[in-house]
């Protein structure tokens, strides 16, 4: 296994060339194209990394999978899909178009930006402080590292440049989707994008979802199997934005994108993955990641279809 990750890191290095940093965040400009890493954990706790694993990125829209299932937790299948849908878009992650084609209004899923700011708005506390702390934990729990927190300037970053998210959360609570302080919401929403992490951390967040919500080391339930099942599904119709039925095609697993260059991958049953390569493709995909996904999967016959 670490010979094939050497060689497969090593192959698709030259695809980074072909992509570019995410710079509408000013901050994520500052992200190296040049990097590839991976990091693949088995349920026996077996780790592989390969290349730049050590790098640190934000997890952007990655988070969004973590927060939908704590919102579900919370509130259960029922309520949360009161507010938010089922469907892929086909469409950017930051569109706004179909929130106002689509009556009533409704994000169509959890996995673009306006469903996420939706989730974010389902999970309860006294304080955007004290909901973040609940993100936080889940992510501390499901990684075991228990320093994961936000990137303070990633964070600025966006809340000084993310108008078009403050347009979706007004929007929204204007269509009574979204209900409470929208500033507050969109302090946890921005805060839960800029949660930082290397490639190892996601890769066990991968692996929690590969074992259909449990710790790998105990077994104990860190997460329901029903939400656990919810969020695999969504990986696979809509975690990779608009790209998701190439990547279904090509790769076949469960996996979620963010414009850190960030992909978390889950292969039921068998691995956790998380890669990392700032480059990205002109939907938003880690480009270096997508294709080295790509070789891995065909290696190891990893495709769940
Ligand atoms: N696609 C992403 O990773 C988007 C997340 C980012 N925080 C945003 O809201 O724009």
Redesign the pocket.
Known sequence: MQQLLNTLVERNKRWTKEGKV?T??PELGKGDPSVLGISIIDLNGNLYNAGDYKYKF?????T?VVTLMLALIENGKEKVFQYVGMEPTGDP??SIIKLETIKPSKPLNPMI?AG?ITTVSLISGESPEERLHKILTLIHKMTGNYGITYNEKVFQS?YQT?D??KALAYFLRTHNVITGDIEEHLEV??KQ??IEVTTEDVAKIGAVIANDGKDIYNNQEIIPYEVVRIAKTFMVTCGM?NASGEFAINVGIPAK????GGILATVPRRFGIGVVGPALDEK?NSIGGVKLLEDLSQKLDLSIF
Not at 58 to 62: K, P
Not at 257 to 260: E, P
Request: charged share 5%; proline share 0%.
């Open positions: 995410a509408y965040i934000t997890l952007q829209s990655i969004k992650f930051n930006n996420a966006e993310g078009l998210n929403y921005f994008s800029s934005y994108s963010g414009v850190g938003g």
